[in-house]
């Protein structure tokens, strides 16, 4: 992106930015992962399900280097592995949020046969790195196309499961009582963070996937109390640190996820710290319960 | 189901709620008590007591259809519990809303309103109708935009019951709602529980440690202690003669000048907890 100044004229800017395909194909994957991580983020946020998620892209690390040694594209390779792996720790414990100490050891072991299935490729250590921190400028026709099918099967399937997942997320006893499936319910939001995360990976690598899973959920549950108002803040979150990422790093020497994170993070203490203390008072609760 | 009708229609031989014979609770190998034997009518209110262990959950559990008997049977309505009664109302045992947990109250009773339909509703009105509705009947309309980390352990339970009461069910299972309340938000949630009874005939069955405080409320209660279950008006069951023939050791029943009760002899500390 080096030699290119910033025009200041924003029409212009982007008009020359999308004359590179490889620019084009950044913003379309891009806006599509930021979509889904902002919706799958939110589920993963209510479960505590965060370090799953992390664990799970790990996983995917192993299918991602193995999928390299064979000569495939890596996005196979990560969902293979993902989807196996979430499917599996949902179904060996239905609440494999909080089996850390479980989820640990297992992704530590994923990670090493990653490192082992690098180190027996032969080709450039480039392919390791972009794996573990994304990247997005090198994404191909297909990988768009690709990442076009795995967004739309999951904004399908939580259409559908969106109400009964939400309630089994935050009262999980009260809905099995009420006949609920909720260990399905469970295995199906592992598979949903495992399509999210591979196709995620693309854009922030294994190893930030956090700060698109993870954070634009976490900050737009400081802002509204709705669920689908959540989601929505969260989705615009991580649009908006995606598009400002990939239009920086347009005419910035460094990588893109390194301004996606960088962008994320800066909201998050904003929200976290300056926020909190601006936002309106509550009504007392003491004034409440004396009526009451 | 509607949520403002269904009103009471007085019939002239009233189904029992609940019936258990010769039941025998837990597992083959883990029986948790046996031969209990009674029956529960429509518009009760039910104390469910025994010290911690004893088996008290292991009821609720047999009602919600999430564990079979391991012998003798119960009856629900005339028919064997099953799993995703919308009959049954639900507040299980918990002990906090995790505090990241920002979802306002209402969200949380509409959802138990229409969180078991699959796909989406735009128009989501009869759902946050019944919700407000049932958040009124607690007394808690003014916690609907609250967030539920932010509320107090009194008023969580007042949200819970609500959740317990949108599905419009005929029998309430309460486990524990006055763990970690003071003494007044205790018997305010009490005399919550005893007007939800009377004015719409539900019938309730609440667990609890002591029931002392219960005690002017209710119309029976079950006992639940070492392995067997002792059931009728409290008056009758709670007798140093009737727990002593039950268990065959000697029990006593102690008054107080107040017409608090405690019991000794079978487990300690479970009187006045």
């Not at chain 1, 212009?12 to 194909?25: C, D, G, P, R, S």
């Not at chain 1, 480039?126 to 967004?151: H, K, M, P, Q, R």
């Not at chain 2, 009103?7 to 190998?29: F, H, M, R, W």
Request: hydrophobic content about 50%; charged content about 15%.
């Amino acid at each position: 992106m080096n030699s290119l100044t910033f025009n200041i004229n924003l029409f212009a800017a982007l008009q020359q930015m999308f004359q590179y395909q490889f620019m084009q194909h950044a913003f379309e994957a891009g806006t599509l992962v930021a979509i889904i991580a902002g919706i799958v983020g939110y589920f993963v946020v209510l479960r505590r399900s965060s370090f799953a998620a992390h664990a799970l892209s790990h996983i995917g690390f192993a299918g991602a280097a193995g999928a390299v040694l064979f000569g495939i594209s890596p996005v196979y390779g990560l969902l293979l592995f993902t989807t196996v792996g979430g499917s599996m720790m949902a179904a060996l414990s239905p609440r494999a949020a909080h089996r850390d100490v479980h989820i640990g050891t297992v992704l530590a072991f994923m990670l090493g046969i990653g490192v082992l299935f690098i180190s027996l490729y032969t080709g450039y250590a480039t392919e390791a790195y972009s794996i573990l921190f994304g990247e997005i400028l090198g994404i191909s026709n297909s990988d768009v196309l690709l990442t076009l099918v795995a967004a739309l099967i999951i904004i399908s399937i939580i259409a559908v499961v969106y109400r009964p997942l939400l309630f089994a997320s935050l009262d999980e006893d009260v809905a099995e009582a009420k006949g609920m499936p909720t260990f399905l319910l469970g295995i199906i939001f592992m598979i949903l963070v495992a399509v999210a995360t591979s196709i995620a990976v693309q854009v922030v690598g294994v190893l930030l996937i956090f700060s698109l899973m993870v954070t634009p959920a976490a900050i737009a549950q400081q802002l509204a109390k709705r669920p689908h108002h959540v989601v929505i803040i969260s989705v615009a979150i991580a649009l908006m640190a995606t598009w400002l990422g990939l239009f920086t790093a347009f005419y910035e020497p460094y990588p893109v996820s390194f301004f996606i994170t960088s962008i994320v993070f800066v909201l998050y203490l904003l929200v976290r710290f300056v926020y909190r203390r601006i936002r309106p008072l509550k009504v007392s609760q003491a004034s409440f319960q004396n009526a009451a | 189901m509607t949520i403002t009708q269904r009103q009471i229609i007085p019939s002239p031989v009233q189904p029992k709620v609940i019936t258990a014979e010769k039941l025998i609770a837990g597992y083959e190998d883990n029986i948790v008590w046996r031969d209990a034997n009674f029956t529960i009518d429509r518009g009760e209110f039910v104390a469910v007591i025994g010290p911690n262990g004893a088996g008290k959950t292991t009821l609720f559990r047999l009602l919600l259809g999430l564990q079979r008997p391991a012998g003798g049977t119960i009856k629900l309505f005339d028919s064997e519990p099953k799993r995703g009664n919308p009959d049954i109302g639900y507040v299980p045992q918990r002990h906090l809303i995790d505090s990241e947990t920002n979802v306002e109250s209402l969200e949380l009773v509409h959802l138990a309103f229409c969180g078991h339909r699959w796909g989406f509703h735009l128009s989501a009105k009869t759902g946050r109708k019944a919700a407000l509705v049932a958040l009124e009947a607690v007394g808690a309309t003014e916690l609907a935009h609250q967030s539920l980390n932010a509320l107090s352990g009194g008023e969580l339970q007042r949200i819970f019951l609500a959740e317990a009461l949108v599905s419009n069910p005929s029998l309430l299972l309460l486990d524990e709602p006055l763990a970690n309340l003071d003494i007044r938000r205790e018997n305010d949630l009490l005399q919550l529980v005893n007007n939800v009874v009377r004015s719409r005939s539900v019938t309730a069955l609440l667990i609890a440690h002591n029931i002392n405080p219960l005690l002017s409320f209710l119309d029976k209660v079950i006992y639940i202690a070492n392995g067997k279950v002792a059931t009728g008006r409290p008056k009758e069951v709670l007798t140093s003669e009737v727990l002593s023939a039950l268990y065959g050791v000697h029990i006593e029943v102690l008054h107080d000048s107040r017409g608090n009760i405690a019991i000794v002899g079978i487990e300690e500390h479970h009187g006045d907890e």
